[in-house]
């Protein structure tokens, strides 16, 4: 009995230790049991999403495992950096999960949290190292002197810590919460005596909206709870919905989301605030899947025409998914607020519904969801089947949805198997 107890304690030594190896010595192989573990233990995951078949895949394959072996070295703590792998086509469970569309995608965690935005650098293993280097960097900004915030970036928003110490469980934490929002937030810690001014009552945190800087909004919840305070944090760095500009549209799409924008009139801020209601109120789960956009229709005339709508029939709403644009197919300011309608919009996005209907017309037992927009099948002169028996696949009509205004934007086909191209 006590050998077989040893020999129980051997095994159990030995998965442990295998497991150790498995998720901080190389490039590690996730599937859904382990993938939890590993992504929520590990303060920054870059993982690569991919199909052996996908010759894209095939060429970044060994470079992705060499950036890993040289971060393995220069960062030796376990889970400090993690470089990871998702066999798309044996894992489809993740894959759906993560809405991967195109292969190989390189996605970036934090925490367990998953950034938005993607790596799209050089694939080259300077450049990987380089990127993971810079992202194991301090996010926290030390403030030695409290004049200098009034001299912060005002376009930026910026959560400002008031800390007795650095190794204390509140910075800790503050630390934690900065390295998740590190690319919508800056973060900017006094420590010690500088802080004492700010610190009458204890440990201090606040808020800095953009064009404010005698605004701050103090954080009144517990600081060494990581949950509600990363929850405030996330409010205040990241507003859910986002005003697209020829500035900023670029980047937004380097996101690698679709968009669901809302065409409005500079004056009419009744849509914009019914939007904004709607999406908190219904489909802020997707915010991880889909940006939401305002736009202004006078300046984005063009998108419209794509539609074959003007600024006359503002507000509009539409998705663009960097292939094709989908128009909403309800009244904005009638019927938004209905619930459901905007859900089930974004749904058969994601299903693929919106592109299959629009090319084959709608699906047998689903009515119409969207305006379509008819082209003349070949067949049109055969003569009228008028029996009850359905029309063949040839004498059917075809629909084509209006091509994507960003597409320009989209992925380059050069890098990348664009998995919407083969639905």
């Known amino acids: 009995m006590a050998a077989l107890s040893l020999f129980a304690l051997l095994v159990t030594l030995l998965v442990e230790l295998f497991s150790y190896h498995s998720v901080f010595g ?82 970036l965690f934090r925490g367990g949290n998953i950034v938005k935005k993607e790596y799209r650098g050089q694939r080259s293993v300077e450049a990987m190292v380089q990127f993971a280097q810079e992202q194991a960097k301090d996010p926290v900004h030390e403030i030695t002197n409290l004049e200098s915030l009034l001299e912060l970036d005002a ?27 590190r690319d919508d937030c800056e973060f900017h810690a006094s420590l010690g005596d500088v802080s004492l001014p700010e610190r009458t009552t204890g440990d201090h945190i606040s808020a800095r909206a953009p064009n404010t800087v005698h605004e701050d909004q103090p954080y009144t919840g517990s600081l060494n709870n990581y949950e509600a305070l990363q929850q405030w944090a996330t409010e205040k760095c990241m507003p859910l919905i986002r005003e697209i500009t020829f500035e900023n549209a670029e980047e937004l799409t380097e996101e690698g989301l679709p968009f669901l924008i809302l065409f409005h009139h500079p004056d009419d801020t009744e849509s914009v605030d019914l939007f904004n209601k709607v999406v908190a109120e219904q489909v802020v789960h997707e915010k991880v899947n889909i940006n939401f956009l305002v736009a202004d229709g006078l300046k984005f005339a063009h998108p419209l025409h794509h539609l074959g709508k003007s600024t006359d029939d503002l507000p509009i709403l539409a998705i663009d998914s960097f292939r094709h644009m989908y128009l909403f197919p309800h009244d904005v300011k009638k019927d ?28 047998p037992t689903t009515p119409p969801s969207v305006p379509q927009i008819e082209v003349e099948s070949e067949t049109k002169n055969i003569p009228r089947d008028t029996s009850d028996e359905p029309k063949p696949a040839a004498q059917q009509k075809i629909t084509s949805p209006p091509e994507s205004t960003f597409k320009k934007l989209a992925p380059s086909r050069n890098r990348y198997t664009i998995l919407r191209d083969e639905l």
């Open 26 to 107: 190389e490039v590690i192989a996730l599937n859904d049991h382990n993938i939890d573990s590993v992504l929520g233990g590990s303060d920054i995951a870059i993982v690569n999403f991919y199909a052996d078949w996908c010759r894209f895949s095939q060429i970044l394959a060994p470079t992705f495992e060499e950036a890993g072996k040289k971060i393995k070295e220069e960062f030796s703590v376990p889970g400090r950096i993690v470089f990871a792998k998702v066999d798309c086509d044996k894992e489809t469970g993740i894959s759906g999960k993560y809405r991967i569309n195109k292969y190989p995608t390189l996605k």
């Open 155 to 181: 376009k930026k928003r910026h959560i400002l810590g008031y800390f007795e110490s650095k190794t204390s469980d509140n910075y800790r934490i503050f630390n934690k919460v900065a390295n998740v929002l």
């Open 336 to 363: 938004l607020g209905i619930p459901g309608l905007l859900k089930q919009f974004i749904e058969d996005l994601h299903s693929g519904k919106l592109h299959r209907e629009f090319h084959h017309g709608p699906d």
